[in-house]
């Protein structure tokens, strides 16, 4: 499986838990339509969700994870956790940064408040 931009978990049933490990990341993810938003060489994953559905990357829950909870070589760009938005979105997301990948988690998933 390759070409995937958005794992879109938003099915106002239940909670649903995504698990990914990171070191098989760039095989998985490509640009294309994000490239023309975020044109920054990046490789990019959107991570979708309602409210209580769970990521975890390298077996780490994200759901209100702290910034110094970071692990596996995954930082918050600018010492901080970042809150990005996409143009036309009002919707905030939890970036999160490693080498050329950015992850994008929604925030009801990342449990922003």
């Known amino acids: ?3 995937i931009e958005i794992i879109d978990m938003k099915d106002g049933d239940g909670v649903d838990v995504l ?3 990171s070191l098989g990341l760039s095989n998985l993810i490509s640009d294309n ?3 023309s938003i975020l044109m920054d060489g990046q ?3 959107v991570i979708e969700g309602d409210v209580g559905d769970q990521f975890n990357l390298d077996s780490n829950a994200i759901h209100g994870m702290a ?3 970071l692990v596996g070589g995954w930082s918050a760009p600018k010492g901080t956790a970042e ?3 996409f143009p036309g979105n009002s919707t905030a997301y939890l970036k999160l940064t490693n080498g050329a ?4 988690i929604h ?3 990342a449990n922003l408040v």
């Open 1 to 3: 499986m390759s070409g």
């Open 19 to 21: 698990t990914i490990d």
């Open 33 to 35: 339509s994000l490239d």
């Open 43 to 45: 490789l990019k994953l």
């Open 67 to 69: 910034e110094g909870d």
């Open 83 to 85: 809150i990005a938005y």
């Open 101 to 104: 990948i950015d992850l994008y």
């Open 107 to 109: 925030e009801d998933v």
